[in-house]
């Protein structure tokens, strides 16, 4: 069964950089099939997506966040990590990592978040 | 970029009512749209995919339907553990949800 789990700080400061890490198992990140993302739920709001990385390394991510967003991938330790940096108390929010899986019929191709972590809270606070 | 609005943002209902919610598109996405549910302090679960795919484990009280701008997921009799905020996504563009709908026990 595949499993992720997202670990980091719980605290980081303003202005400063946020780093987490999601490792997954019971399966490998390096699968063609599959991208790997991270979304985010401030406290009592809805679901953002921040981007997502393809084991090569390929990025993408959510034009809104982009500036401040970097996504990498360590095949070898099959994780991949997420860095936002210059954040403020509007970035206080669980942190979910997910598998991004597309679903081909009918010619066309139909993606989804199919697993995910449990979600870390991370409190941006002087 | 696409938006999406969720109706009713909360919903009442009791233990065996038929549920039903919309999802609206700011413009078409085809059948690129996810249903997922969530419950407090837990990870959103994935229900539907493709807009009307039931995902492998979901039960079949579950369903989705709609195509293009507006989609609705239906709960054919609410069990207690249904209880729930759930989300819509589209994956027509970059992935964005919508704002969510709170059904409560009545």
């Known amino acids: 069964q595949l499993q992720l789990q997202e670990s980091g700080p719980g605290l980081v400061k303003p202005s400063e950089t946020l780093s987490l890490t999601c490792t997954v198992s019971?399966?490998?990140?390096?699968?063609?099939?599959?991208?790997w993302g991270w979304i985010r739920q401030p406290p009592g709001k809805g679901l953002e997506w921040i981007g997502s990385?393809?084991?090569?390394?390929?990025?993408y991510y959510n034009p809104s966040l982009k500036s401040r967003v970097t996504i990498s991938v360590d095949t070898s330790k099959n994780q991949f990590s997420l860095k936002l940096s210059s954040v403020t108390a509007a970035d206080t929010a669980v942190y979910y990592c997910?598998?991004?899986?597309?679903?081909?019929?009918?010619?066309?191709?139909?993606?989804?978040?199919?697993?995910w972590g449990q979600g870390t809270l991370v409190t941006v606070s002087s | 970029d696409i938006q999406l609005t969720q109706s009713p943002s909360f919903l009442s209902a009791s233990v065996g009512d038929r549920v039903t919610i919309t999802c609206r598109a700011s413009?078409?996405?085809?059948?690129?749209l996810a249903w997922y549910q969530q419950k407090p302090g837990k990870a959103p679960k994935l229900l539907i995919y493709?807009?009307?795919t039931l995902q492998s484990g979901v039960p079949s009280r579950f369903s989705g339907s709609g195509s293009g701008t507006e989609f609705t997921l239906t709960i054919s009799s609410l069990q207690p553990e249904d209880f729930a905020t759930y989300y819509c996504?589209?994956?027509?563009?970059?992935?964005?949800f919508g704002p969510g709908t709170k059904v409560d026990i009545k």
């Open positions: 413009q078409g996405i085809s059948s690129y």
């Open positions: 019971g399966g490998s990140i390096s699968s063609s099939s599959y991208y």
């Open positions: 997910a598998r991004k899986i597309t679903y081909y019929y009918d010619s066309s191709g139909y993606p989804t978040f199919d697993y």
């Open positions: 996504q589209q994956l027509n563009s970059y992935p964005r």
């Open positions: 493709a807009a009307s």
């Open positions: 990385i393809y084991y090569s390394g390929s990025t």
